[in-house]
């Protein structure tokens, strides 16, 4: 069972009418999830700060709103909202200009994020060694995310509505497979599977120094075996990691090359980059594969799910 509480600017519950439709979304590289939902018009709309959504007595949403949408046609009058989970408040706030040394989660977290809202972080006491510089223009989100990949290779979280992890600590055992018979976690009614060649990129060209002009070169079998030729130049005379760069836009490409679309009549609330399978009678099983976008909403015809699946990250270079 579905359940909306919303709340005003002084945390006051607001009372509100049966919900007529919702979506729900979550994407890899979207640092925040996203939520439409409509109702009939309400008094107090306008107050509404932030809104937390229930399935089965279990939290599965928290946002802040970002807008009201007021519409009224013959069949009535209408109010849709719109709301980011507090992961929009890293990525509205600018920060602070600022120069460190050896910075730590601790520290990061003090001076940028303390200050939304959030009152716990997850990380360790790892230090990233040497001068971390955010930037006039940069984000809370961007300084926060430039220390995470550079400190400890993985990208920020939101773990609950309180607490931001700087770290991986998702559960990688966690495992789903979808199929379109009956021994399956879930069973769905419709698949796609769309593969691009366009987005194949099949050479990287890097220039490691001032006298080597783009020699060092780096193929990509996978692209080359299906006759793909588009080429990329690199300058990687400051970078440390040059090659490990081309190597991570290459292995972009090939994961871009090839996805499935699973339509299912139900709602189905796993999480993105969570590992799965499918089980199809014309495709056959597909391994390796994890969970790049979730919808799920209700519209005239019910619940409704929409997962997109890719291939795991693979290096594929000569």
Known sequence: MLKFRA???????????????????????????????????????????????????????????????????????VVTLYFRNKMALLIDNEALPSEFNNITARVLFDKYIKQLGFKSFISDNKALTGKFIVEKGESVYDALYNF??????????????????????KNDDLYTLFSDGENADYQYRKIECSKFPCKLI????????????????????FA?????????????CNLVTSMSSAQKIINNSNNEFEEYKLYLDCLIFNS???????????????????????????????????????????????
């Open 202 to 221: 099949s050479k990287i060209n890097i220039k490691t120094s001032a006298n080597d002009y783009y020699k060092t070169v780096i193929k990509n079998d």
């Open 272 to 318: 993105v980059y969570e590992k799965c399978s499918i089980a199809d009678y014309y495709l056959g099983n597909v391994e390796n594969l994890y969970i790049s976008k979730v919808i799920i909403g209700s519209d005239i015809n019910g619940y409704y799910s929409k997962i997109t699946l890719k291939k795991e990250e693979q290096y594929v270079v000569a």
């Open 148 to 169: 995470t990949r550079l400190n400890y290779s993985s990208a920020p979280y939101l773990v609950d509505e309180d607490t931001i992890s700087f770290i991986n600590n």
């Open 224 to 236: 080359l075996e299906r006759g793909t030729q588009r080429e990329r130049y690199l300058d990687a």
């Open 7 to 77: 709340y005003d600017f002084e945390n006051k519950e607001i009372l509100l009418p049966d919900f007529l439709s919702f979506e729900l979304q979550k994407e890899e590289n979207v640092p925040a999830d996203y939520l439409e939902v409509k109702f009939k018009s309400f008094a107090n709309a306008d107050n509404i700060k932030y809104i937390r959504l229930f399935y089965n007595d279990s939290l599965v949403f928290f946002g802040i709103c970002d807008e009201i949408l007021f519409s009224k046609d013959l069949t009535g009058a």
